[in-house]
């Protein structure tokens, strides 16, 4: 036995037209595929094929589409994640990141994320256990308009011994 989408209403099947015309989300866009081919008689081993999605997922939106309509079938975004570091943990991170390397004595002219995520450790900034990724600090640094791109220089050297091979040289 095969399961079918209900017919759609007219405000339905505009709705699923607009997605697949002009829709941006992929995931929407297979979905309402499913409903359309479905609603016009398509089986679901026939949409399988077509969409290479599994049957049991197509038989699902399908199922899902008939008992709450298009906006059933939207993806569920994930959201409203509690932040996992305090404003000040947050606003230390923005600080240490504005502080040229060269001036906390590292021999280096700008910040990497590990870099960066490396003195974040070797400071203690965050408390004991509490591990920053690469791409918190990202995030961090940029809804603070702070860069970290590594801007390149010919005038200085990043090694230790370099002035006195300059004065070698010179001489």
Not at 40 to 47: A, H, I, L, N, Y
Not at 64 to 78: C, D
Not at 80 to 109: D, W
Request: hydrophobic share 30%.
């Amino acid at each position: 036995m095969s399961i079918y989408a209900r017919d759609l209403t007219p405000e339905e099947g505009r709705r699923v037209k607009h997605e697949i015309r002009h829709g941006k989300d992929p995931i929407m866009l297979k979905r309402c595929q499913v409903i359309l081919w479905s609603a016009q008689g398509s089986t679901v081993q026939e949409m399988a094929k077509l969409t290479l999605l599994s049957e049991y997922h197509i038989r699902e939106v399908i199922r899902t589409f008939n008992q709450g309509g298009v906006t059933a079938i939207r993806p569920k975004k994930g959201g409203n994640h509690t932040l996992k570091f305090t404003e000040e943990e947050r606003a230390s991170v923005a600080e240490l990141a504005q502080i040229p390397p060269k001036v906390l004595g590292y021999p280096f002219n700008s910040w990497s994320l590990s870099k960066l995520q490396q003195a974040i450790d070797e400071r203690d900034i965050l408390p004991k256990g509490k591990k920053m990724s690469d791409e918190e600090t990202r995030l961090i640094l940029r809804e603070r308009g702070i860069s970290y791109q590594r801007t390149k220089t010919w005038k200085e050297s990043n090694d230790p011994d370099f002035q006195g091979k300059k004065q070698e040289s010179e001489s």
